[in-house]
């Protein structure tokens, strides 16, 4: 069965204070994984899309890193602006834009 | 400027009550979704579709129904069948071809009264 699991739930970082968000996948034929960010009662907004093992994306204080089994987003020095959930999705064959979603990470960056 | 706007952002549906939510874009695009979002819970897909006047069920498409005749627009419907509507909808699209990223609207939250 096609998973997608992310982890932690929650983190909480003090304002400068850099780490790591996980998703991990298990699915057949992978056509892209892709990184949201959500803000509360907003929609989420597209941030990046790796293809290929080794691929990486950078976006300010965001990098996204992919291996065959995970995906990490890599935050630097955040902000209390970056205080959002982050949800990570995994393109599947299937015919169209198929997408398995993670249940995401609420992250909190206090000053 | 482009992008996905979806309205009303709060409904309340009471017993026995189909409603619609919509969804319109200006972005060109070809493709349309819907997802429902539960607490703790990863986005779900209720109905896709590629082309006008052609929609498919996704993984939770009982109690919901909707239509594509037009390009820009593709209304939910959250009928009476639907025993537990409360939730998070989000109305995405996408441009043809494969692997293209997904773009959203702001949603809209349903609660029954």
């Known amino acids: 069965e096609d998973q997608v699991t992310q982890s932690p739930e929650a983190l909480r970082l003090q304002e400068g204070e850099s780490s790591s968000l996980n998703c991990s996948y298990t699915?057949?034929?992978?056509?892209?994984l892709f990184w949201y960010r959500q803000d509360p009662g907003k929609g989420p907004e597209f941030l990046f899309t790796l293809y290929s093992a080794g691929e990486e994306k950078e976006k300010e204080r965001l990098k996204a890193t992919l291996t065959k089994k995970e995906s990490f987003l890599h935050i630097t020095a955040p902000k209390p602006e970056d205080s959002a959930t982050y949800l990570c999705a995994v393109g599947i064959s299937g015919g169209y834009n198929k997408l398995i979603f993670g249940a995401g990470t609420r992250l909190a960056v206090h000053p | 400027d482009g992008g996905i706007t979806q309205s009303p952002k709060y409904l309340f549906r009471k017993e026995g009550q189909n409603v619609t939510l919509s969804c319109e874009q200006n972005?060109?695009?070809?493709?349309m979704y819907w997802y429902r979002q539960d607490p703790g819970q990863g986005l779900r897909l209720i109905y896709y579709?590629?082309?006008?006047?052609?929609?498919q069920k996704g993984d939770i498409a009982e109690g919901y129904s909707v239509s594509r005749e037009k390009k820009e627009s593709f209304p939910l419907t959250v009928t009476s069948a639907q025993k537990n509507p409360t939730a998070f909808y989000l109305c995405?699209?996408?441009?043809?071809?494969?692997?293209?990223?997904?773009?959203f609207g702001d949603g809209t939250r349903l609660s029954i009264l």
């Open positions: 699915v057949s034929g992978l056509r892209g």
């Open positions: 579709s590629q082309i006008v006047n052609d929609f």
């Open positions: 995405a699209s996408t441009k043809a071809g494969q692997n293209q990223p997904q773009h």
């Open positions: 972005l060109n695009h070809d493709a």
